[in-house]
């Protein structure tokens, strides 16, 4: 690692979605980057510790740095349960990006970014609009490209790892988002025509017996 290039701190949602953003940055050879994980957006507690593992894993091994505060956000977060979505993941992009560029001015290096900007189902303008709020907060440059362009590569390394891969977003309504067609038609097995089968029968064989007690 030189120790004359820039330093970057990069916030990271999971270990899967840092793999492209910390390759390219790598290759771009600009910046030393260092990763931070903050998501107090991941519910439940277990699949906090599963992503931050994960993460671990793949510094690790692209030997990066990390940075971690595995605040578990669940009550803060149902605060805003009655926002509309739009709003609700704004809110949770600058909750994790103010906490990052926070972080970054801290650390005292250069810029920062966001494996955020990976995502192909993210909100990826407002993202961008939140960091470059954060930006100005803290007087730490944010340094934004368009990680959607290694998708399939940022998969095939994650896999090659072998790092856990989530299913959803993060938060609880995002996991019913992710599931809610699919977990009912996994029951379709056990329908008929006229809705579900009740497999249960009452035994009659000992009936009088049983009365008779
Ligand atoms: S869907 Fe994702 S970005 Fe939006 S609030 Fe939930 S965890 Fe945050």
Redesign the pocket.
Known sequence: MSTNKKKLLLHQCCGPCSCYPIHDLKLKDEYNVEGFFYNP?IHPMKELYNRLEATLQLNKIENVNSHWDEEYGLKKFLKLSKIPKER??RT??AMRLQKTAQKAKEMGVDAFSSSLLYSKH?YHHIIVEEAEKAAKRFGVPFVYDDFRRGHKEGIDISKEYGLYRQQY???I??EEERYETQLPRNLEKYTNKEGIVNHHTTDTTNKDTDDDS
Do not use: E, K, L
């Open positions: 957006n609700r993941c949770c992009y993210q977003c993060g938060c309504y995002s």
